[in-house]
């Protein structure tokens, strides 16, 4: 008997964790037309042409399973697929995605209440970032008004995302898995669409389900970034550091770049150690247009390393890795 409750609880986990494993979660498949339904909020929408849909990774989708999700699915001359907060609707070998033969709804109780189809604009976008703030001042860079392009969150309550023509990515695990052109289909679609509403924190979590988890660096990296391009005195960099330290703060770091003669200067100061009474401190010089640069020992410390300065058309990167 003992033996008996023993397989029947290891039969009753195993089906329970099986139950939680990912899965392709394709919810219709025709010839040429394939729904995904990778969350209750989510849907993939695919038109393969040529009858070849595509299952690698993509730049946008680097996710091909996910967790199991409640759908109803109605089969007919229209296809029907509901989850809780959306209902898409398909004429059934009707070809291409058009605005005549598919359309998007909300469901009850999300807001705000939208009626999608393909070529609709949203209104509200939320808008996406910048490189650089250098020049902003409000809406204005260096006094010219400059649109920010459109972003993944939009008050409209929903978001379209179009992976037809995005690379791939080959599969090759063994040697690398690595970028290759998407083969070019004429008229084929690949499509993302997001229903959230107002609840945006729900849409980036959906979003993580196919783009991937976005990793964030470690708390205690976090500190301030100090950049004016300044010619400083020792005097005025220990002043600044001295300010800092009040912050209490396991990392500062500070650089400038500036111009002295014909070479340029990239000085840095961090702490090591996460204490902020030692700060090391080194200077990269290079002439222009490119050198190997040196580490010099300063305030009794010594990078080890040596770093490349490339300088081109005024643009300057630097690449340094510490012991």
Do not use: C
């Given at each position: 008997m003992k033996n008996f409750y023993l397989f029947f609880l290891i039969?009753?986990?195993?089906?329970?964790?099986?139950?939680?494993?990912?899965?392709?979660?394709?919810?219709?498949?025709?010839?040429?037309?394939?729904?995904?339904?990778?969350?209750?909020?989510?849907?993939?929408?695919?038109?393969?042409?040529?009858?070849?849909?595509?299952?690698?990774?993509?730049?946008?989708?680097?996710?091909?399973?996910?967790?199991?999700?409640?759908?109803?699915?109605?089969?007919?001359?229209?296809?029907?697929?509901?989850?809780?907060?959306?209902?898409?609707?398909?004429?059934?070998?009707?070809?291409?995605?058009?605005?005549?033969?598919?359309?998007?709804?909300?469901?009850?109780?999300?807001?705000?209440?939208?009626?999608?189809?393909?070529?609709m604009k949203q209104q509200y976008n939320l808008k996406g970032t910048t490189r650089t703030l250098d020049g902003w001042d409000g809406d204005k860079c260096w006094g010219h008004k400059a649109d920010l392009e459109d972003g993944l969150l939009a008050k409209d309550g929903w978001t379209c995302l179009d992976d037809s023509n995005n690379f791939l990515f080959d599969g090759d695990a063994d040697n690398w898995n690595w970028v290759k052109t998407r083969e070019h289909v004429e008229g084929a679609q690949d499509w993302y669409f997001m229903a959230y509403g107002h609840d945006y924190k729900a849409a980036l979590k959906d979003y993580t389900l196919f783009a991937?988890?976005?990793?964030?660096?470690?708390?205690?990296?976090?500190?301030?970034?100090?950049?004016?391009?300044?010619?400083?005195?020792?005097?005025?960099?220990?002043?600044l550091i001295d300010f800092c330290s009040l912050l209490n703060k396991d990392y500062f770091i500070l650089s400038s770049l500036y111009k002295d003669a014909e070479k340029y200067i990239l000085l840095v100061e961090f702490p090591i150690e996460m204490d902020n009474s030692k700060i090391i401190t080194f200077m990269i010089t290079a002439e222009e247009y490119g050198a190997e640069c040196s580490n010099q020992r300063l305030e009794g410390y010594y990078l080890s390393e040596h770093a490349k300065l490339l300088i081109k058309d005024k643009a300057v990167e630097t690449l340094y890795r510490m012991n």
């Open positions: 039969t009753f986990f195993s089906i329970s964790l099986g139950a939680q494993e990912k899965s392709n979660n394709v919810a219709y498949e025709d010839t040429n037309v394939r729904f995904t339904v990778i969350s209750d909020g989510t849907i993939r929408m695919e038109y393969a042409p040529d009858g070849k849909f595509i299952n690698q990774h993509s730049f946008l989708a680097v996710e091909r399973n996910y967790p199991a999700v409640k759908f109803k699915l109605k089969k007919g001359a229209w296809i029907e697929l509901s989850t809780s907060k959306m209902k898409l609707r398909y004429k059934k070998n009707s070809g291409a995605f058009t605005a005549e033969n598919l359309q998007i709804s909300s469901m009850k109780g999300l807001t705000p209440a939208f009626v999608w189809k393909p070529g991937g988890k976005m990793p964030l660096p470690p708390r205690y990296a976090f500190g301030y970034w100090w950049s004016r391009y300044w010619l400083y005195s020792d005097k005025e960099f220990r002043n």
